[in-house]
């Protein structure tokens, strides 16, 4: 008996310890504003990704490559698709287990005493479960395929990261190039209103044109005042997108020339196979989908009864007794898990449709995304075209200028009048990019090849 106390001593020595870890919204908050584009981790993190030496750091210009690698550093939303992909791999180790035998320690008092020895009857026994038709394997699998689900969505998610930068990029792309424009235009019709304004003093303009002139060059600096404004909104939607506050991109400077062209529209049998074969949360949806068959087999399996072994040793008033018999089997006379194998195969059918449906999904935003982008890029090249013309002219106002055709303030007006068509072109070429954005998100797949491939399911969460 003493030997047995010391066995099961020394097993549960090997048993895990419970460590806490209180989280503070405090500390959150603190850990929160001291993210910065300028740490040592983060440059660790971009190394790694990367692949070489982040030099010089901080980083000079950041584009839309370095700012994603950064949002997938700082992201709580991928740090939570981690910690989910953690706690399916755990359930692997959870499925693969095999069961603990059971220990068990009957005691009987016999009166009268039927035996030669002491009148009780007591002794150790073991229940020790074997599990048949491969039911643990199938839980494996199951918990496998759940794994591969939740290392999958890290990369649905780490898309949705990227296109939240590439859209904060964006706007502050959009912003900044307005203002430069709405700057020039709102000094140009400024210029007018001075010229108007002094031509009406010596009797050769009319109060109305003054009134048009001012109205024009106030609309202008509101422009101007409203483009400035969204250069701030669009920091502001940057820093969230990345996950670090606003004044982490204080002196921050960016990289935007890509957004001024657009690439050219893939071919419809390309973005159809980028699609089918990259999309994340399609590929998640056949991992659930697999894992709906593991449990279907699971259930068939458990129609075969489990056997359950009983050795022990008995003292029996005065009789020793050693027993090898069975614990136990399940008759499934009464019940063969017909109810539980046909939950888990309307479940099977569910998870066929689900994926069924969202690959219909797939393909008709992708063929909607593909024509809107192709008819955007259209709309840019005759954009350009226009605006050629307009610089043409505006080439023609000034040779007049200089040959004294025109006078100053018809030149200023043309210059006014350029600017607007910079815009308008300006505004092509945006929504261009959101339409390559939407693109690129029915794809999950950048229009242009990157450099490199950057693994999200291998980089830890930050401590």
């Known amino acids: 008996m003493r030997r047995a106390i010391l066995i099961v001593l020394t097993l549960l020595t090997g048993c895990a310890s419970y460590h806490a870890r209180p989280i503070a919204p405090d500390q959150l908050a603190q850990q929160f504003e001291q993210r910065s584009l300028a740490s040592e981790d983060l440059r660790a993190f971009l190394t790694k990704a990367l692949g070489h030496d982040v030099q010089p750091w901080p980083i000079a210009r950041w584009d839309e490559r370095t700012l994603t690698l950064a949002a997938w550093y700082y992201s709580p939303a991928l740090d939570v698709a981690r910690a989910q992909w953690g706690t399916a791999k755990a359930g692997i180790q959870v ?31 073991l229940d020790i479960p074997i599990e048949t038709a491969g039911k643990r394997g199938y839980r494996v699998d199951q918990a496998s395929h759940l794994s591969d689900a939740a290392r999958l969505s890290i990369g649905n998610e780490a898309w949705r990261v990227r296109g939240q930068v590439r859209d904060a990029l964006l706007a502050l792309y959009a912003a900044r190039e307005r203002g430069v424009d709405l700057s020039r235009k709102a000094e140009a019709l400024q210029q007018v209103v001075r010229m108007v304004s002094k031509r009406r003093s010596v009797g050769e303009n009319s109060g109305p044109d ?11 600096r509101a422009d101007l005042a409203a483009a400035q404004s969204a250069q701030q909104d669009a920091l502001a939607q940057l820093a969230s997108a990345i996950g670090v506050p606003v004044a982490a991109l204080d002196g921050a400077q960016f990289s935007l020339d890509e957004f001024g062209t657009a690439p050219s529209a893939p071919p419809a049998a390309d973005a159809q196979r980028d699609a089918i074969f990259h999309r994340a949360d399609l590929l998640a949806s056949l991992a659930e989908y697999a894992a709906a068959e593991s449990a279907l087999q699971l259930e068939v399996a458990k129609q075969y009864p489990d056997i359950h072994l009983g050795p022990g040793y008995t003292y029996d008033t005065g009789t020793h007794k050693i027993g090898f018999g069975l614990a136990g089997i399940t008759l499934p006379i009464f019940d063969q898990n017909q109810g539980n194998i046909a939950q888990a195969e309307a479940k099977r059918n569910e998870a066929a449709a689900r ?13 909607r995304a593909l024509a809107h982008y192709r008819a955007s890029v259209d709309a840019v090249q005759l954009s350009a075209r226009h605006l050629t013309t307009a610089r043409r002219q505006l080439d023609s106002q000034l040779a007049g200028f200089a040959a004294g055709n025109i006078d100053r303030l018809t030149l200023t007006q043309a210059k006014a009048d350029f600017e607007a068509n910079e815009m308008t072109h300006l505004d092509a070429v945006v929504a261009a990019q959101k339409a390559a954005g939407v693109l690129e998100d029915a ?7 990157e450099a490199a491939n950057e693994s999200l399911t291998q980089q830890e969460p930050r401590r």
Do not use: K
Request: proline content about 16%; aromatic content about 6%.
């Open 443 to 449: 794809m999950q797949r950048p229009l242009e090849p």
């Open 95 to 125: 499925a693969d287990a095999m069961p603990n035998p059971v220990l068990q320690l009957p005691f009987q008092f016999a009166t009268p005493n039927p035996g030669p020895g002491a009148p009780f009857i007591w002794g150790p026994a």
């Open 210 to 220: 003054v009134d048009a002139a001012v109205l024009a060059s106030t609309q202008a």
């Open 355 to 367: 994926t069924a449906a969202l690959q219909d999904s797939i393909l008709g935003d992708l063929d």
